[in-house]
């Protein structure tokens, strides 16, 4: 992609991501399409049955974002109102309709801050964020899509009425300190919270190993409340009680993301991430120290490299014998 802001740079842009496109895809052909600034990202959960009927499931508000990957998700959008969601939604349908496409799969448009929406794509696939939209309609998105893949009738409700608000975080072994860096390494410890209205999707363990080949998603931790505000309080909840040791996460930036006044009164844009500064989390050497203490506060004992178990015992050499009392 090449952002022209001005006419006389447009020739120079095309030429260069020609060449870049011959070279990738052997296909140096171009779209062009408006730059929106700010921007919204929101898309349209679809459902194409297989009797070529399409259904949407409702909005997804998605704009907090790095590198173009997604950090935080919400449904609904505490942006789209009525008329814009119909619209979203209708388009949505459209666009699936002439594709005659059938399955799960997700309608990707851009919003300015005047409610006109531009279409980006079509994502062909249940997406990492479907948690939030069951949620709010009670659907099993995996389920209805083997069914339509079966070619049944998919067990969708007759009414589908959205209930309450959720809102999900992605779990990152990234370091939002240092341009969000992917990290790598075995995990010492993890422990994620059992809050009601808490669901969390992760394949991790004490031990796994977090390599650097593949996407550092480590897990998604999904709120639901009766609304945005209860919702997003249980989140913060459910990540301050979330613990991850042996590589750098992005679990504070979350907290902080989601205490954000931007946050806070929904207005997030896809630069918003991009504007704000993370703020730098307490020193490693603190943090295992204070984990250390906890575990062996709750074990009756004075922990020392002879008694630490094994978790503890990799964070004490790391700690090259240091203690806080």
């Known amino acids: 992609?090449?952002?022209?802001?001005?006419?006389?740079?447009?020739?120079?842009?095309?030429e260069s991501a020609m060449r870049e496109a011959q070279a990738a895809f052997d296909d140096p052909r171009l779209f062009v399409e408006k730059w929106v600034e700010p921007a919204r990202h929101i898309e349209v959960q679809i459902l194409g049955l297989p009797d070529g009927t399409v259904v949407a499931l409702g909005e997804r508000e998605c704009s907090l974002q790095r590198r173009y990957q997604k950090i935080i998700e919400e449904s609904p959008s505490p942006f789209v109102k009525k008329d814009l969601r119909e619209a979203l939604m209708e388009a949505a349908v459209r666009v699936a309709r002439a594709a005659g496409y059938r399955n799960a799969g997700t309608v990707e448009f851009l919003v300015d801050t005047g409610g006109r929406f531009y279409f980006m794509e079509v994502n062909a696939r249940l997406q990492v964020e479907h948690p939030v939209t069951e949620a709010v309609l009670g659907l099993d998105m995996v389920r209805l899509q083997m069914e339509v893949a079966?070619?049944?009738?998919?067990s969708l409700p007759v009414r589908l009425e959205p209930r309450g608000h959720a809102i999900e975080?992605?779990?990152y072994a990234e370091d939002p300190a240092q341009q969000f860096l992917p990290q790598s390494g075995p995990l010492l410890t993890v422990s994620f919270s059992h809050l009601p209205g808490i669901r969390v999707d992760h394949g991790v363990r004490e031990g796994t190993e977090v390599s650097p080949h593949y996407d550092p998603l480590l897990a998604k931790i999904i709120a639901w409340g009766m609304d945005r505000e209860q919702a997003r309080r249980r989140l913060l909840q459910a990540l301050r009680e979330t613990v991850v040791f042996g590589v750098v996460t992005n679990l504070n930036y979350l907290q902080d993301l989601l205490e954000s006044e931007a946050f806070r009164s929904g207005e997030t844009y896809t630069r918003t991430v991009a504007d704000q500064s993370p703020s730098l989390p307490?020193?490693?050497e603190v943090a295992a120290a204070a984990w250390v203490a906890l575990h062996t506060a709750q074990d009756g004992g004075p922990l020392t490299r002879r008694t630490a178990r094994t978790g503890e015992e990799q964070i004490w050499?790391?700690?090259q014998g240091r203690w806080i009392p």
Do not use: K, Q, T, Y
């Open 317 to 319: 050499s790391r700690l």
């Open 1 to 14: 992609m090449r952002r022209v802001d001005r006419p006389e740079d447009l020739l120079h842009a095309a």
């Open 282 to 284: 307490a020193p490693e």
């Open 169 to 171: 975080a992605r779990l």
């Open 150 to 154: 079966l070619g049944e009738d998919p």
